[in-house]
């Protein structure tokens, strides 16, 4: 074999290996339109539709469609609210603010903290949320609430609402 044409073999295979390695990061990387939390999302329990948009300079959720009355607790009965005030037009996420915005300015953030209010207890809890696309094309909206340390929370599963389009 010779000089040439083992370099001629090495690089194929590094391109191979790059093509390989280019085309795994464009899957495993959410586009920044599916990574984008701005939209209708369907509640955890489906009972709410919640549209996220830019409230100031964060980002807030707003009650748009009221789809149903089902608890969180276990056995999903109706609820019953410690929050007596008609869900529609209620502000559920408050404060979303960019957890990494002081990394690179060009890319777009990947995760936001902010409150998320229940309803169903009366209470508002700290909260972070993300937009994975790993289950789902169009994306779920994570929403980790908490106590104290995010280490000590729960995270719910909201399903963007399909387009019109």
């Known amino acids: 074999m010779t000089l040439l044409s083992l370099h001629h073999r090495s690089g194929r295979a ?42 100031g300079a964060a980002l807030c959720g707003t009650v748009t469609k009221v789809l149903g009355n089902r608890s969180m607790a276990p056995g999903g009965g109706d609820m019953q609210a410690a929050d007596k005030r008609p869900a529609l037009g209620m502000t559920l996420l408050k404060d979303f603010a ?21 309803r169903e207890n009366g209470k508002t809890y700290r909260c972070n949320m993300s937009v994975s696309t790993a289950g789902n094309a169009a994306g779920e909206l994570l929403l980790h609430a908490y106590v104290g340390l995010p280490l000590f929370g729960k995270t719910q599963r909201w399903v963007r609402v399909a387009s019109n389009d």
Do not use: H, K, M
Request: aromatic residues 10%; contains cysteine.
């Open 98 to 118: 960019p957890v990494d915005a002081t990394a690179d300015p060009a890319r777009p953030p990947t995760e936001w903290a902010g409150e998320i209010y229940n």
């Open 14 to 55: 590094f391109a191979a290996v790059l093509l390989f390695a280019t085309a795994f990061t464009a899957q495993a990387q959410p586009s920044s339109a599916a990574a984008d939390p701005r939209g209708r999302w369907i509640t955890a329990n489906g009972n709410l539709e919640v549209e996220v948009a830019p409230c």
